[in-house]
């Protein structure tokens, strides 16, 4: 097994690396009690070296691994892709370019929703993996044998799953699906955490501009104050006690004090001055400012909810017929909102998703389609 642990032994693993058509690659990182992750190992295989690489070696600069990942001229292979990019593009600012992700890939090929690795390597290259050593710390050192074997695991087995759903996809004409979704992975905005948007995280909803000016204003500094910290948000305070303060906008340490979410004492001390500045600044943002507050959905017009359920079953239907993820295509809010109001900015009504099951849908609806048994299958014909 190579380890590399220097960068003049990774600049000739790369330069190697340069000339195959394609990487897979996988890392082990920490982030339990920080809010940036630690990268401990990257893994790396091609069609003619593999190897780990240990980030954590004294001295060894990532930098020729870095370009390989900006080399254009070779595919990088991951198994859900978005954690691993993230440390990248944390790193350098960019994404590995090109990318493919298997366990999309795997979703465009009818695998189900979010297909594990383990699954996929049992299914398309019958081998088994160790999972014993998936739970471990990978910034003590040093690692042993096992650890090393499992990580290194994620990468070679990698290659031949890659190499059949990427036949797949050529056979039954879905790369441009799957192309589609890459956008979003290979998007450097897709990972960048800005702190103005950080309210988007918030299960809360607002009901009224100061809640929600609110709301921005706490969602932000705790996002400043977790990055600036490198501490998880949830260690500055946590979601559900963002959206009590925004609720009740008590406005001094008093009205903080009787927060139930609060930690006791937390209004007493300096994160207690900064959380009620926060609430202050998001009362005086300009209602034009604000983000837009969605209505909330009233009663559903009659019928509503047996019509989604059709729509659900129709769903189904398609996804099984065309061995796709139901989930790539529309989940039951989606479905839920076409039923009752309708929905041309849905995303199911898009590309390729519309001729796949938008067209469907609204041919359910409007009665010109129905859901029966055909030869002994369910199936989708004209009324």
């Known amino acids: 097994m190579q380890i590399i642990t220097t960068t003049d032994d990774l600049a000739r693993l790369c330069k190697t690396l340069s000339s195959d058509a394609y990487v897979t690659v996988d890392t082990e990182f920490m982030r339990e009690h920080t809010f940036w992750p630690i990268l401990c190992l990257i893994q790396i295989a091609g069609t003619s070296e593999e190897a780990i690489i240990d980030p954590m070696a004294d001295g060894i600069d990532l930098a020729p691994f870095h370009q390989l990942m900006a080399n254009e001229a070779v595919l990088k292979v991951f198994h859900a892709a978005r954690q691993d990019v993230e440390i990248f593009v944390e790193a350098t600012g960019a994404t590995p370019t090109p990318i493919f992700d298997t366990q999309i890939a795997a979703m465009v090929c009818g695998f189900g929703d979010q297909v594990g690795y383990e699954a996929l390597v049992r299914k398309l290259a019958s081998q088994q993996v160790d999972k014993s050593s998936r739970f471990t710390d990978w910034a003590r050192r040093p690692l042993t044998d096992k650890q090393l074997a499992y990580a290194l695991s994620d ?4 290659r031949v799953v890659y190499e059949k ?3 797949m996809l050529a056979e039954n004409g879905r790369t441009p699906w799957l192309a589609e979704e890459m956008a979003v992975i290979a998007s450097a905005d897709t990972y960048i955490s800005r702190p103005d948007d950080a309210w988007k995280r918030l299960k809360f909803r607002p009901r009224n501009p100061k809640q929600m000016g609110i709301a921005v204003a706490l969602a932000k500094w705790r996002e400043e104050r977790a990055q600036f910290k490198n501490m998880p948000r949830n260690r500055i305070i946590k979601d559900d006690a963002i959206s009590e303060l925004a609720t009740q906008a008590p406005r001094n340490k008093a009205g903080l004090a009787k927060l139930r979410a ?8 300096g994160l207690g001055d900064e959380i009620l500045r926060a609430i202050e600044a998001g009362l005086a943002m300009s209602k034009d400012k604000l983000p837009r507050i969605e209505p909330s959905r009233g009663p559903q017009p009659e019928g509503a909810s047996a019509i989604a359920d059709v729509l659900k079953l129709g769903l189904k239907v398609v996804c099984e017929r065309e061995n796709i993820a139901p989930r790539l295509i529309a989940n039951a809010a989606d479905i839920e909102e076409f039923a009752g109001n309708g929905g041309d900015h849905l995303q199911m009504m898009r590309g390729w ?8 849908a609204q041919g359910l609806k409007t009665g010109k389609l129905a859901i029966g048994i055909r030869d002994g299958k369910p199936d989708i014909f004209s009324a």
Request: hydrophobic letters at 40%; glycine letters at 14%; aromatic letters at 4%.
């Open 262 to 269: 609060l930690p006791r004492g937390l209004a007493d001390g």
């Open 353 to 360: 998703r519309h001729e796949l099951f938008g067209e469907v």
């Open 165 to 167: 759903l990427h036949d």
């Open 155 to 158: 990468v070679t087995h990698l």
